[in-house]
């Protein structure tokens, strides 16, 4: 019979990771283990304050369904006993992983998926004063791709700033629900001309009509306001593309429900991630061929990774190997 195990772990952050609402310098994510038969699946989550989440309530969810997963619920069934969110991904995820090590095959089979290839993931700058963005940015330059955090007031020196230092890396900003209705077309404005290709989240989620009745000049990307797959046809007036976070989503099995049906209503995808280590990745890697913009920098902002994790090259993530994940 399989055994469920919890940890608690703490990983420092190199620097300290802002955006606009507040700053951190360690990740803390929760582990589920699953043991049968010889085989241990893991999955790692990040409970998050936005959402309501703490460590502890994330570990008494998980503790919740214990029973029921030491008698052996599969991915299927866990998503009738826990809502989206953080918990219900470390045990999504763990099925997952243990389901490939027992049958020893890749999880990609498992999902009927091709196998995972390299991808280019974005690099976070975070938000501070327009020097030290640009400062930040100086350092991260060769990188294709940036997402500039934002944080409303000061925005549009901000991304002039980074530009400048930047000149030829793609970016995307990620306001974290910082704008107002207000500012919303001035902030546009900058964006474009600057170049910018994407902003995710400017205004709060559930006061974010005002996107239905401004000209998107850029596309506009849903964070906050898209958990799970039945919220996405109301969104469609508002926003051109989602970011699908399995700690959002509440772990792969609903990820990649999500990806088919935003690909149906003609969303745009970026495959996205909180900051945690690779083994939060891994999963989230079997998504993001899927996608417009891969944001899968979590462990690269980490002071360290797991042993095992996913290898970096520049920008460039190379799948996971079976140790690590899947």
């Known amino acids: ?36 038969a010889g085989c241990r699946g893991r999955g790692e989550c990040v409970p998050y304050a936005r959402y309501g989440e703490t460590i502890e309530s994330v570990t008494r969810q998980i503790e919740s369904v214990r029973a029921r997963i030491e008698a ?33 095959v890749p999880a990609h089979e498992l999902a009927g998926l091709a196998p995972p290839a390299p991808v280019t993931t974005a690099f976070t700058i975070s938000v501070g004063a327009p020097a030290e963005m640009a400062a930040a940015a100086a350092k991260a330059r060769e990188r294709p791709l940036l997402k500039i955090k934002l944080a409303g007031e000061g925005d549009a020196a901000r991304i002039s700033a980074v530009r400048a230092a930047a000149p030829d890396a793609t970016l995307i900003v990620d306001a974290n629900e910082a704008w107002t209705p207000a500012d919303l077309d001035r902030h546009l404005a900058a964006c474009a001309a600057t170049g910018v290709v994407l902003v995710e989240q400017p205004l709060p989620a559930g006061r974010d009509a005002a996107l239905a009745r401004t000209e998107r000049i850029i596309p506009i990307c849903a964070d906050e306001s898209v958990h799970a ?14 970011n699908v976070k399995l700690d959002k989503a509440g772990g792969l099995t609903e990820a990649l429900a999500m990806v088919e049906m935003a690909e149906k209503l003609g969303f745009g995808l970026v495959a996205g991630c909180m900051v945690a280590t690779s083994l939060a990745m891994a999963p989230a890697l079997l998504i993001a061929a899927r996608a417009d913009f891969v944001d899968l920098d979590g462990p690269l902002l980490l002071a360290r990774d797991r042993p095992e994790g996913l ?14 994940w899947g």
């Open 1 to 36: 019979m399989p055994k469920l195990s919890v940890a608690v772990e703490r990983f420092p952050i190199a620097g300290k990771f802002v955006i606009s609402r507040g700053a951190k310098t360690e990740a803390v994510v929760v582990v589920a283990a699953i043991e049968e």
């Open 72 to 104: 052996g619920v599969d991915c299927a069934g866990l998503q009738m006993l826990l809502a989206p969110g953080a918990a219900r991904n470390a045990l999504d995820c763990a099925l997952w992983d243990l389901a490939a090590k027992r049958r020893g």
């Open 229 to 242: 797959r039945s919220e996405l046809d109301e969104l469609r007036e508002r926003y051109d593309a989602i």
């Open 311 to 324: 290898v970096y090259e520049g920008s460039i993530i190379r799948p996971a190997s079976p140790a690590l």
